[in-house]
């Protein structure tokens, strides 16, 4: 049962993570599709600032999970945002 809401709040980190990353994309695109806009912020060095700005909804997320005391999911949600951060790391530094 612990195991099932670990999973379900990594799923729904990285889903809020993937729709923030996504808007913040379109909000300080330059008007590109997505494709376009990730290879230039690759390019240009500011990938883990869109990354960041994605992570916010993360934080929703686990204040939500907090509320409706969903501990375990929000634990998920957490793990998440680790993944994440250490996925953008070694994107940015390889």
Known sequence: ????????GFVVGLIANTIGFIIAILIFGNGEDIT??????LAQGFFSKLVSMGAILNLVAFFLFLKVKRDYRARGVIFATIVVT???????YK
């Open 36 to 41: 376009t806009a990730f290879r230039q912020s």
């Open 1 to 8: 049962m612990i195991k099932k809401e670990l999973f379900i």
């Open 86 to 92: 250490i996925i953008t790391f070694i994107i940015n």
